[in-house]
């Protein structure tokens, strides 16, 4: 190798990003596994489970057709967006408009870093949660803007309060990130908390962003409501469909924005400069995922829910609270007395081979917790649930 590389130093904003928070324990990770450890992995929220064959079907015969080759439409093909606004009405009994209500995204990820982009100053303010998904903090970073995490508690249902907001950030706020169900906590959003997420940002004039990656990731009596399904929200809110949880997609790079026509026509201005929208293929793929019959969907569910209740009954017996929601695909569960959240994953992963996630990865408010990740086969989890529960046994929990 040439050793007169010359070093280019990264633009400020890259020097001010946490450090990636995952980097002890993936060390840790190798270093069970370098000892010969059988290592179960429950760290990051990754499905392994195959995309539905309709899906990759579909996509098949879409890769085929050189009308799909060329120059996607950035905000998406008619089609795909006719296939989002009638899932919407479906699923959410909610009517949009197909040609300026809804915008195809690279991922929901693609959709939180452009929205910021588009709105956002270097005298503004990102208003999001902790614990929180890190790429609302990182976006704001990135356009050199300040963000504001409003903490989410046990005692509140993991529900933010825009009242406990101070006035000088509230004034600066441009755009509020929420996420329901919540990533990590397992929360559930009410159609009041909506209400009041909606009556705050009118207030203040700031666009409130719903990310409802998980939507489709639920238990019986759980369904998630949509934004739209309260009063006005078009007036002041845009939300957030991934296909990646939803249909075991993460790879496929799709997701879509539904809601105020000038927030996606803003977005769509960054989006002609940045990128072109997703590949056509994919998006006709994604349609015979929203169009794939109830029992299906309700296949994955189920899978996700007898993967819970093997690991929670693990976790019950062993003593350990956590959030007994069935939404999403994590456990949030507290860490054992006498453990800070980042020793007891450590430890975990030297001790016993399990990797799940410390707390405060996702932001301060979520120190004493971990998440579970269901993302391994049912036998696995319940071994790892075993030596969760063994694990506290041999230091006195
Ligand atoms: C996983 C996740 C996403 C990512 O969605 P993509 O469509 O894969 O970019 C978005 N938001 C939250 C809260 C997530 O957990």
């Given at each position: 190798?040439?050793?007169k590389?010359?070093?280019?130093k990264?633009?400020a904003?890259?020097?001010?990003?946490?450090?990636?928070?995952?980097?002890?324990l993936?060390?840790?990770?190798?270093r069970?596994?370098?000892a010969?450890?059988?290592?179960?992995?429950l760290?990051?929220?990754?499905?392994?489970?195959?995309?539905?064959?309709?899906?990759v079907?579909?996509?098949?015969?879409?890769?085929?057709?050189?009308?799909?080759?060329?120059?996607?439409?950035?905000?998406?093909?008619?089609?795909?967006?006719t296939?989002?606004?009638?899932?919407?009405?479906?699923?959410?009994?909610?009517?949009?408009?197909?040609?300026?209500?809804?915008?195809a995204?690279?991922?929901?990820?693609?959709g939180?870093?452009?929205l910021?982009?588009?709105?956002?100053?270097?005298?503004?303010?990102?208003?999001?949660?902790?614990p929180?998904?890190?790429?609302?903090?990182?976006?704001?970073?990135?356009?050199?803007?300040?963000?504001?995490?409003?903490?989410?508690?046990?005692?509140?249902d993991?529900l933010?309060?825009?009242?406990?907001?101070?006035?000088?950030?509230c004034?600066r706020?441009?755009?509020?990130?929420?996420?329901?169900?919540?990533?990590?906590?397992?929360?559930?959003?009410?159609?009041?908390?909506?209400?009041?997420?909606i009556?705050?940002?009118?207030?203040?004039n700031?666009?409130?962003?719903?990310?409802?990656?998980?939507?489709?990731?639920?238990?019986?009596?759980?369904?998630?409501?949509?934004?739209?399904?309260?009063?006005?929200?078009?007036?002041?809110?845009?939300e957030?469909?991934s296909?990646?949880?939803?249909?075991n997609?993460?790879?496929?790079?799709?997701?879509?924005?539904?809601?105020?026509?000038?927030?996606?026509?803003?977005?769509?201005?960054?989006?002609?400069?940045?990128?072109?929208?997703?590949?056509?293929?994919?998006?006709?793929?994604?349609?015979?995922a929203l169009?794939?019959?109830?029992e299906?969907?309700?296949?994955?569910r189920?899978?996700?829910?007898?993967?819970?209740?093997?690991?929670?009954?693990e976790?019950?017996a062993?003593?350990?609270?956590?959030?007994?929601?069935?939404?999403?695909?994590?456990?949030?569960?507290?860490?054992?007395?006498?453990?800070?959240?980042?020793?007891f994953?450590?430890r975990?992963?030297?001790?016993?081979?399990?990797?799940?996630?410390?707390?405060?990865?996702?932001?301060?408010?979520?120190?004493?917790?971990?998440?579970?990740?269901?993302?391994?086969?049912e036998?696995?989890?319940?071994?790892?649930?075993?030596?969760?529960?063994e694990?506290?046994?041999?230091?006195g929990?």
């Amino acid at each position: 190798m040439n050793s007169k590389t010359n070093t280019i130093k990264a633009a400020a904003w890259v020097e001010k990003l946490p450090p990636y928070l995952f980097a002890k324990l993936d060390e840790a990770s190798r270093r069970a596994k370098d000892a010969g450890m059988d290592v179960i992995d429950l760290g990051t929220g990754d499905p392994d489970i195959p995309t539905p064959a309709p899906v990759v079907t579909a996509m098949q015969k879409a890769c085929a057709d050189p009308s799909t080759h060329k120059y996607p439409s950035y905000s998406g093909s008619l089609e795909f967006r006719t296939a989002c606004t009638d899932w919407m009405n479906r699923r959410f009994g909610i009517k949009l408009d197909p040609q300026n209500q809804v915008m195809a995204l690279i991922g929901a990820k693609e959709g939180v870093a452009h929205l910021v982009q588009a709105f956002v100053g270097p005298q503004d303010v990102v208003l999001a949660t902790t614990p929180g998904y890190p790429p609302y903090f990182s976006s704001a970073t990135m356009v050199g803007a300040e963000s504001y995490a409003m903490p989410l508690l046990a005692e509140n249902d993991f529900l933010p309060r825009f009242d406990q907001v101070p006035e000088d950030v509230c004034h600066r706020t441009k755009i509020i990130f929420i996420n329901y169900p919540n990533n990590p906590t397992g929360g559930v959003a009410t159609l009041e908390f909506f209400k009041t997420a909606i009556e705050f940002a009118k207030k203040h004039n700031a666009l409130l962003v719903h990310d409802a990656a998980y939507s489709e990731s639920y238990g019986p009596g759980e369904k998630p409501l949509s934004i739209f399904e309260a009063e006005g929200a078009e007036e002041i809110a845009v939300e957030m469909h991934s296909f990646s949880k939803a249909y075991n997609m993460c790879g496929w790079r799709i997701g879509f924005l539904a809601g105020n026509a000038s927030a996606l026509n803003a977005l769509g201005t960054v989006k002609k400069i940045i990128d072109s929208g997703p590949f056509t293929a994919v998006q006709k793929a994604a349609i015979a995922a929203l169009e794939m019959p109830e029992e299906e969907k309700q296949k994955l569910r189920d899978l996700w829910l007898a993967r819970r209740a093997a690991v929670v009954e693990e976790l019950k017996a062993a003593g350990i609270e956590f959030n007994e929601t069935s939404v999403t695909i994590y456990v949030w569960a507290k860490t054992p007395e006498g453990f800070s959240d980042d020793e007891f994953c450590a430890r975990l992963v030297e001790e016993s081979g399990v990797v799940v996630a410390p707390g405060a990865s996702f932001g301060s408010a979520g120190a004493g917790y971990f998440r579970i990740a269901l993302c391994q086969p049912e036998d696995r989890l319940r071994e790892a649930a075993r030596r969760i529960s063994e694990f506290l046994k041999k230091h006195g929990g």
